[in-house]
Every structure is written in structure tokens, then in C-alpha cells.
């Protein structure tokens, strides 16, 4: 046991390690000596989209509504927040979606609710090759399914235990679910310390010893200990400096890589998750907006709350232009989700918004062979629709009254892709 | 008031704090200056030393321990060493700060209207309760808050994060400072809310013609909004120019690296993400030389051990005029654009 007693090792630098330029960051070896050559080498591209990878997880109309209790003595529930209301998405083997919204869009509720950290008001959550139910299983039948659904959050300053080491937070997992002999969970932690880059001497270390960016690897570290199959990643990296941010970043898409995770990737900056996710669905006030690999969202979205967001990105390139970027102006704040607007819930902020978008809510419709949107007057920026694209489809005129004329097409509205879908260009249904 | 002097000036400023553990030297030999109607975006780490420096320019630090050193000149009045008597006129009147975290510096007890009204009045004696009530619901109006007559009587909890920023940019603008210092105004908000706090501070900067100082490490509002780029790194300015020529032909390898940490949101999708190796220094006993040559990948270019032993001078590189880096690199432009420009922005390299 020779790295109990730290405090007497020479080796151990004294001054505050908070901020110590930490050779001992990079895989052992001191950083000066890389070229840039050879940091670059270890750099990574876009994670790319494997559109054959089977789904890990299917999310089906799922619900969360939080009650809202009258103050007082009797504290009846006097309505619900619907934080999230009705999503549905897949989550491909070993690949990557992303999550993006404002805050309070319902992003980290979702998040939660795989983990099973919230017990769902409806709908399903299909999990791994069994399609196991995680919404509808016990907690003690969830118990052994935390293995494979893992978390990583946002604040690594909070989400670490102060008072335990680095040894046991690591270890901890590997306890409750007894996967290893209790002499083995030792060795078995170094190895994950040396995974995520950290040094595995630092076994009996407190967090506070640690940077920012050192403890999020220490709750990385957690999160891989079980082997999981899927990671749910709610702002790894908002939190750190943006140096820090890159080799997060960079670690993550090399255990993906090595271990085949899947990620659901919960972040609000929309240039890291075009970096990590193949695939991204924007969500706005509970509800999914749009879903499309990466191409399409940031190439062609056709949803304005989705164009409005990227047009908001501060850009550095535009220095070498000079001066801000048009953008589409979003007037006011998000509605509360007590008492969402009706029809379309981003109406009251929406330029393209008439009539229709208050009477009938916009089904999440699939327009290409990976792309789903929810609008009525779903198109390109800068060239949508005059009439809304639905009204056939909903059986209704272009006021969002019913029709008797038509009659309403059945709309597929489960987490993947079909083979068929709407053509926004000519209105028809085609296939591939 | 001197037309020849930029309307703040920070000459050689250095500020040192005595702690426990030994003098930290949180900010050495800093220089810069603003123009009114302009804008400088100061960009680095947490611990760079870009809150420091700007917390001095408002005599925020504790005059018994924090040891400041150098001069800033505000209008052409010196404030260090000012008496605090001085620095409460200039507070709030010449000089305003916004904070990042709007709820944490906005006071919980009292309602937002009085909260306002306060800043006007400490600065105009004469004016009665009424007249500073009216000058905070017309700021409010201002800064874009939805019923200002009403919601000025609200509490900062009943605002949401976007509408406190905005109370507090108008609590910062109350008196028409000539000089508006925003240490992380959006870094907390979302993206929208960002866009419209950036496009508030514009149109405002305008009208008022007022020097800003942006300090964020967000690359792209300094794209966006800052004339003026100043990089700094453990304490010291490392780049300093334009903001065109820092984005664009940047000379020093820890902008580079900034940069190239970033994705770039319509950028190549083959670019790739490169980290800065390493953690920024304790500033209690700094390297040795350049400060960042523990964590620099280009020092291998540099003959001998210059970089270790040698601490380079902050002088004017040889792309243009007013461009400044502490940097030993001999032929920093070529090796950006031949080692670190194909790895981070292929598509630039294109339209080149």
C-alpha cells in the first residue's frame, strides 16, 4: 500500500494543485515535450453518423408533468408543469444524440428521466437488445439496468462527494452492484483512472485537489466503471474553460470510440453538439421541434425555432467581416409550461405564426429520409411555405378549422424513421 | 478633458495580493487603453488576470492588502491611489460594471425599481424619490422589459435570467457612464437571450457613444462586438490588436490555441478539436521565461531554451501596426498557416 500516505512523497508537488500547470494531465510524460504535430494527431473531427447502427434506446411519447401545489395548509395540486410533454427519439448503438434547447425546454428532465432518476407520467422507454421498459420497470428491477444506463453532470464541483477519495467515488459503483471482488476494486479503479487520463497514484486524493476539468474526468471515471451502454451526458463541459472543454470533448469521443458507448448529449451550445453528434434534436418548451442528423440541422432546418437559434451563435469567423450577423430577433421569454400556448407552443414567439398554429399543434412529420419537424410552415430559412403543409395531412383548411372534405392520412409518430415520408416541396407522400 | 488621450488608459499596471501562502502577482505590466464609441473585448482562462485588471479600473480592491502598482488614467485622472471619496463619484457615474451573475449581484430584499432609483440618486443629490423612479422605469423601458411602469415594482426573483441582465445594464447606464465594463455579461444565458443582451449593448453603446470593455472567453461575441482584442495569459497581456488581425492572423500560439479548442458551428466537419495541453500556472510562483511554455507545443521551434529561460517582450509583430505579442516564434504567420490552419479550418485555407 504504498500511496496511502501521499503526504510524504516527494514526488508530490506542494503548491496548491488547484492550479498547478498539471503535467500529470496528459498520459504520463511531460506535455512540453509534444509538437504541435503530435497534439494534433490526437485531436479529433466530427464524430461521424452510422445511419445501419441499430437503437439502443427508443424513447415513445414520452411525459413528465411536475404538480404544482396551492400554498396553504391543504396543499392541493392546482395544475402541471409540463416539462416534458410527449417525445419521442432513438438513440443509435454506440453513436450520439444530441439534445439542445433554452433553459427550461425540459432538456435535463429527459435526461433524468432514462436514468430513471424521475419516474415518467407517461409513455415508454425501450432499452438494449431485451427492450426492457424503463419506464414501467421497479426500482429494485432497475437496479441491475444501472449498469448500463450511466450519467455524467453538469457541475463536476458538485457532483463529487467531498468528503470521500477519488478511490472510493470511483470504486463506489463497483460495490453497490458487486461486479468485482472487494480486492480487486482497487486495481480496477487505477485502470479507470489511467482510461480518462488521470494518474492512477491519485487513488487517495479528496476532489478538492483537483481542477475542474481533472474532476469532471473523476466523474467520467464514475460513469464508465460498470461498462454502460449508454451514457446520458447533461453539460459536461459548460462548466469548464474552454482549453478544458477540448480535451473533454477529445476523451469522450475516444472512449466512444474504444468502448462503444451512446451518448445522449444534453448541452445548450449548439457548436459542440454539431461537433459530437451525428444526430440532434432541438426541443422547445417540452416538446421536440425538429430531429435530423447533423447535416440537415445545421445545413437545412426547416424549423424557424430551430433557424433562429443558429442564427444567434456568436461566430468567430465574422471578425474577418466585421460588425454582427442578421439574425432572426426571437421577441420575449419562453411561455411558462403551467399553461403552454395552444396549438403550436412556439407561436407566440414565431414570425411565420397565423391561425392555424394556435388551433391545431404541428405533428413531428417526417420530410426526408432522416429529418422530422413540427411545423405547419415548415421550410427552408428565408423561403417558408404560404400555406401551411399539413392541412392535408391534419384534414383541415388552411385556417386550422376542420374540413370535412378531406380526410386526415394516418402519421407514423414513433421514435425512428420510416421508409416513406412527406415531401414538403410538393406536398406528396414519397420513398427513397 | 484631453483630446489627445484615449478616455481610458492603463499603463504598466500590476496588482499583487498577499496571501497565506506567499505574494500572488495576479496582473504584471499591463497596458491598454479604449476610446470612447469603442470596444475591447479582453479574452483568457479563469485566473488570467481579466477580472483583476478590470475590478482595479473601478477601485474595487481592497486598498489595505491588494499592492497596485502602475497607472490608469480615467478622462485623464489618475485613480490609483485615489481616496475613496474619488472613487464613489467615479463609480456608477463615469465607470459602470455589469457582473456576470446578474441574481448574485442584484439585492434580494429590495424591489428593482428601487434598486435603480438608488444609482440615480447617489449621483444626483438634488433629484427627488419621484424623479429617480421615473428615470428607472424610462431605463427599464429602454433596456426592452415588457411593462416597465409595473414590473419596476418586482422583486430581481420575479425576473427571469435575460430580464435581470437587462435591469442590470440599466442600472449600469442610469447616469450615462463613458465607460461600461461587462466582466461575462451572457455567459450564463442561452444563446437567444445572448443575441438580444449583445444587440441591447450595441444599440446602447451607440447612442451613448461609450467606451466598453467585453470580458468573456467566448471567441464569437468577441468576433462580433469588439474593436479592440486583448489576450491575456497568467496575468500578462499576451496578444493585443485589432480584432480582425488577432481572429484572423493571430501571431501567438495560446490564441491559436483558444482557437483551435473551439468548434466552430459552420465550420468543416473534418476540423478538428485541439486542446491547450495542460492547466493554466499557479500565479504564486509562475514558470520561469514565457509563462505558457510549459503548456506551448510550438516551443520546439524556438532555438535553445529561450522559451524557459526568457521572458519575450511585448512588441509589435511584423504583420501590421498596433498588433503586439509576447511570443519568441521568429515566423509566427507561416506557421499558422501551414501547421495549424489545414488542422483547425481547412475550409480557410480554401478560399485563400
Given amino acids: ?432 | 478633458m484631453s483630446s489627445t488621450e484615449p478616455f481610458l488608459v492603463v499603463e504598466d499596471l500590476t496588482v499583487r495580493f498577499p496571501t497565506e501562502d506567499g505574494l500572488v502577482t495576479a496582473v504584471q505590466d499591463l497596458s491598454y487603453s479604449v476610446e470612447k464609441g469603442k470596444t475591447l473585448g479582453i479574452v483568457g482562462e479563469s485566473g488570467s488576470g481579466k477580472s483583476v485588471s478590470s475590478m482595479a479600473v473601478l477601485g474595487l480592491h481592497d486598498a489595505r492588502t491588494a499592492r497596485i502598482t502602475g497607472s490608469i488614467r480615467v478622462d485623464g485622472q489618475e485613480v490609483v491611489g485615489l481616496n475613496e471619496a474619488g472613487l464613489r463619484k467615479l463609480r456608477g457615474r463615469q465607470i459602470a460594471m455589469i457582473f456576470q451573475d446578474a441574481l448574485a449581484a442584484l439585492h434580494p430584499f429590495y424591489k428593482i425599481g428601487g434598486q435603480l432609483a438608488e444609482a440615480y440618486q447617489v449621483h444626483h443629490p438634488k433629484a427627488t424619490k419621484r424623479e429617480a423612479r421615473r428615470k428607472a422605469v424610462e431605463m427599464l423601458d429602454r433596456v426592452g422589459i415588457p411593462q416597465p411602469d409595473r414590473r419596476v415594482d418586482d422583486f430581481p426573483h420575479q425576473f427571469s435570467g435575460g430580464m435581470r441582465q437587462r435591469a442590470m445594464i440599466a442600472m449600469g447606464l442610469i447616469n450615462d457612464p463613458s465607460l461600461l465594463i461587462a466582466d461575462e455579461p451572457t455567459t450564463a444565458l442561452d444563446v437567444t437571450v445572448q443575441a438580444q443582451i449583445l444587440d441591447l449593448l450595441q444599440d446602447l453603446q451607440r447612442e451613448f457613444n461609450s467606451a466598453v470593455i467585453i470580458i468573456t472567453h467566448d471567441l464569437g461575441v468577441i468576433a462580433e462586438m469588439a474593436d479592440d482584442v486583448l489576450v491575456m495569459y497568467a496575468g500578462r497581456g499576451v496578444e493585443y490588436g485589432p480584432g480582425k488581425e488577432i481572429l484572423t492572423r493571430p501571431q501567438m500560439p495560446y490564441t491559436w490555441g483558444l482557437l483551435s479548442s473551439v468548434p466552430d458551428v459552420r465550420g468543416d466537419t473534418d476540423s478538428k478539436l485541439i486542446p491547450i495541453p495542460g492547466n493554466p500556472p499557479s500565479l504564486l510562483n509562475p514558470p520561469t521565461g514565457c509563462a505558457f511554455h510549459p503548456r506551448c507545443v510550438h516551443s520546439d521551434k524556438v532555438e535553445g531554451d529561450l522559451c524557459v529561460t526568457t521572458m519575450p517582450a511585448f512588441e509589435q509583430g511584423n504583420t501590421g501596426a498596433g498588433h503586439l505579442k509576447r511570443c519568441h516564434l521568429r515566423d509566427p504567420e507561416v506557421i499558422f498557416e501551414r501547421e495549424v490552419l489545414p488542422v483547425i479550418a481547412p475550409e480557410l485555407l480554401e478560399e485563400k
Fill in chain 1, 1 to 432: 500500500m504504498s500511496n496511502i500516505n501521499l503526504d510524504t512523497d516527494p514526488e508530490r508537488n506542494p503548491e496548491n494543485p488547484e492550479t498547478r500547470h498539471a503535467p500529470e494531465l496528459a498520459k504520463p510524460g511531460d506535455v512540453s515535450h509534444l509538437s504541435f504535430a503530435e497534439i494534433a494527431a490526437q485531436g479529433h473531427g466530427a464524430t461521424r453518423l452510422d445511419p445501419d447502427a441499430p437503437a439502443v434506446l427508443s424513447v415513445d411519447d414520452l411525459k413528465m408533468y411536475f404538480p404544482v401545489k396551492s400554498s396553504g395548509v391543504v396543499r392541493r395540486t392546482i395544475g402541471h408543469v409540463q416539462a416534458v410533454d410527449g417525445i419521442s427519439f432513438e438513440v443509435p448503438r454506440g453513436g450520439s444524440l444530441g439534445l439542445v434547447g433554452e433553459s427550461g425546454c425540459g432538456k435535463s428532465t429527459t435526461g433524468r428521466l432514462i436514468t430513471r432518476l424521475y419516474e415518467p407520467t407517461g409513455g415508454s422507454m425501450h432499452f438494449g437488445e431485451d427492450r426492457v421498459d424503463l419506464a414501467k420497470v421497479s426500482n429494485r428491477a432497475m437496479k441491475p439496468l444501472r449498469r448500463d444506463v450511466q450519467m455524467i453532470f453538469q457541475d463536476p464541483y458538485t457532483s463529487l462527494n467531498p468528503r470521500h477519495t477519488v478511490g472510493s467515488i470511483v470504486g463506489a459503483p463497483l460495490a453497490v452492484h458487486k461486479v468485482v471482488p472487494k480486492d480487486k476494486i482497487k486495481d480496477r479503479v487505477k485502470e479507470l483512472l489511467e482510461v480518462v487520463g488521470l494518474n492512477p497514484e491519485h487513488y487517495n486524493r479528496y476532489p478538492n485537489e483537483f481542477s475542474g476539468g481533472q474532476r469532471q474526468r473523476i466523474g467520467i471515471a464514475r460513469a464508465l466503471t460498470l461498462n454502460p451502454k449508454l451514457l446520458v451526458a447533461d453539460e459536461p463541459v459548460s462548466a469548464l474553460d474552454v482549453s478544458i472543454q477540448a480535451q473533454v470533448i477529445n476523451l469522450l469521443q475516444e472512449l466512444q470510440a474504444e468502448m462503444g458507448i451512446a451518448f445522449l448529449f444534453i448541452a445548450h451550445d449548439l457548436a459542440i453538439v454539431r461537433h459530437f453528434c451525428p444526430e440532434v434534436a432541438v426541443m422547445y418548451l417540452g416538446k421536440i421541434v425538429e430531429i435530423a442528423d447533423r447535416e440537415t440541422i445545421y445545413g437545412s432546418a426547416h424549423h424557424p425555432y430551430t433557424q433562429a437559434l443558429l442564427s444567434a451563435v456568436p461566430d468567430v469567423k465574422q471578425a474577418a467581416v466585421g460588425g454582427r450577423r442578421e439574425r432572426i430577433r426571437l421577441e420575449g421569454d419562453v411561455p411558462s409550461p403551467i399553461n403552454p400556448p395552444s396549438g403550436c407552443r412556439f407561436r407566440t414567439r414565431c414570425h411565420l405564426a397565423q391561425d392555424i398554429c394556435a388551433k391545431v399543434e404541428p405533428p413531428l412529420l417526417q420530410i426526408g429520409p432522416r429529418h422530422k419537424v413540427a411545423c405547419h410552415f415548415a421550410g427552408e430559412l428565408g423561403d417558408a411555405p404560404r400555406t401551411p403543409v399539413t392541412a392535408g395531412l391534419l384534414g383541415v383548411d388552411g385556417q386550422g378549422s376542420p374540413d370535412p372534405s378531406v380526410t386526415p392520412e394516418d402519421i407514423a409518430t414513433g421514435p425512428g424513421y420510416e421508409k416513406r415520408w412527406f415531401d414538403v416541396k410538393s406536398r406528396q407522400m414519397v420513398s427513397a
